[in-house]
């Protein structure tokens, strides 16, 4: 069965600081994973995905993350922390079959501090 | 760019109402979805559809029904509120070759 931890529910960093926000994996296949974004009082959106080819993947925003199978981990970094970062940030993974549903972790809430 | 809509940002019900939410998306999407959100839970599957008067439900679908009657509408129903159902509620799409989904900006339902 597919699921997703997220480590911290709150992550604390001052702006300009390294972000990084924690999510391990666990998928009988070989996974499809997704990090979003919800701002407040806002629906998700989509950061990055990985599905398959090289495991750093870049997204929106600066943000970044890599594919460790051996981990099972696809952790979300961003060299620099701005104030607009400040948000709740949600891995999932796919579980597969014909509709591809995610499964999602419970959120990082990030605050960025001045 | 791919929009979701849901009809109502804040909605607030008396138990034992029945409730309509209502999605809709514009790109042809075959696949919707509706997921509730509450805090330190994280987003939990009630429903989705995989294509018109097609549905299945997902990890919460008590209390809660679904209708697809058009593939572009996707409605979630409570059929008699109770507090319990007070929450932020997600809709979201995606086509058959797209790994990812759209979000609606949710409804937050209060039940009182």
């Known amino acids: 069965a597919q699921s997703v931890t997220q480590l911290g529910s709150h992550v604390s960093v001052s702006e300009g600081a390294l972000v990084l926000l924690r999510c391990n994996y666990s998928?009988?296949?070989?996974?499809?994973l997704f990090w979003y974004v919800q701002y407040p009082n806002q629906g998700l959106q989509l950061l990055l995905k990985?599905?398959?080819?090289?495991?750093l993947v870049k997204g929106i925003n600066g943000f970044e993350a890599e594919f460790k199978k051996s981990e099972t981990s696809f952790h979300l970094t961003k060299p620099s922390a701005h104030m607009s970062d400040a948000a709740e940030y949600f891995c999932a993974v796919r579980v597969p079959g014909a509709t591809n549903k995610l499964i999602f972790g419970t959120g990082t809430l990030l605050a960025v501090q001045p | 760019d791919v929009k979701v809509t849901q009809s109502s940002r804040y909605l607030v019900k008396r138990t034992g109402e029945k409730v309509f939410l209502e999605c809709v998306q514009d790109m042809d999407h075959e696949n919707m979805f509706w997921y509730r959100q509450d805090p330190g839970l994280g987003l939990r599957l009630i429903y989705f559809s995989y294509d018109v008067k097609m549905k299945e439900k997902g990890d919460i679908p008590e209390g809660y029904s679904v209708s697809r009657e058009k593939k572009e509408r996707f409605s979630l129903i409570l059929e008699s509120a109770s507090t319990n159902q007070t929450s932020m509620y997600l809709c979201a799409s995606r086509s058959g070759g797209n790994y990812g989904y759209t979000f609606g900006s949710g409804t937050r339902l209060t039940v009182v």
């Open positions: 990985y599905t398959t080819g090289a495991t």
């Open positions: 998928s009988s296949v070989p996974p499809y």
